[in-house]
């Protein structure tokens, strides 16, 4: 069974691009999240996606978007680009659904270096 | 707000013996908690669930504990070994959420 797939693995962007992240879930899991790690802030949620709706929302700005697709794949995107956002963005499929406790499976994330 | 705590201080501890890291909880009551296993530049590995329920959890070397009236939980490797160098990270859901609080995790090495 394939694993989650992140594309791309490394990217490196200036101030004020914009960027968009892929994300490719484990087959039959409909719940997709994002997180962004940092040395100093650890993981960081950003949002939760099941069926094409997004559930959560963590504490970022709007710069910070997301989307999910019918065959459960999701997109983020970032835009206006900081310094500040370069960090590893981490993707994990889960089998969520109500009443179960949905162990997260991540991909190998996507290294964002801003410049 | 619901925050996790891991000793962010890594911890170094002779192959062979038992290594135990601490996650506290403030400020809420999970259902139950995660453990995961990360590598440097690569993804955290889910490794345990230990529900509120439950007072101990084992999975071959590896044994955790949920103390809900301390509001934490102790993950312990039990004859550790250099492979188990890593950074652990604990992560209770967020109470009504389908969102996860990840500590910051502690990193592990194991020397031989």
């Known amino acids: 069974k394939a694993g989650v797939t992140q594309t791309p693995r490394y990217l490196i962007k200036t101030r004020g691009q914009q960027v968009t992240l892929s994300c490719s879930p484990i087959?039959?899991?409909?719940?997709v999240s994002w997180y962004q790690q940092t040395p100093g802030q650890g993981l960081q949620f950003l949002f939760e996606?099941?069926?094409?709706?997004?559930?959560n929302k963590g504490n970022f700005p709007g710069r910070f978007s997301g989307r999910q697709f019918s065959n459960s794949r999701s997109e983020m995107n970032v835009s206006t680009l900081e310094l500040g956002d370069s960090a590893l963005y981490l993707c994990?499929?889960?089998?969520?659904?109500?009443?179960?406790?949905?162990?997260?499976?991540f991909g190998e994330g996507s290294r964002l270096t801003v410049l | 707000s619901q925050k996790i705590e891991q000793n962010s201080e890594a911890l170094n501890i002779q192959e062979g013996k038992t290594a135990t890291l601490t996650c506290n909880y403030t400020?809420?009551?999970?259902?139950?908690l995660q453990w995961y296993r990360q590598d440097p530049g690569r993804g955290p590995v889910f490794l345990l669930l230990?529900?509120?329920?439950?007072k101990e959890k084992r999975k071959e070397r590896l044994k955790v504990t949920f103390d809900t009236t301390l509001k934490q939980s102790l993950f312990h490797i039990t004859a550790s070994q250099p492979a188990d160098s890593a950074t652990y990270l604990c992560a209770p859901p967020t109470s009504g959420t389908y969102k996860y609080i990840f500590g910051t995790g502690t990193r592990l090495k194991v020397l031989a």
């Open positions: 994990a499929s889960s089998f969520f659904r109500t009443g179960t406790t949905g162990e997260l499976f």
């Open positions: 087959s039959g899991h409909r719940s």
């Open positions: 996606y099941f069926s094409e709706t997004q559930r």
């Open positions: 400020n809420y009551s999970p259902a139950y």
């Open positions: 230990i529900r509120e329920n439950e």
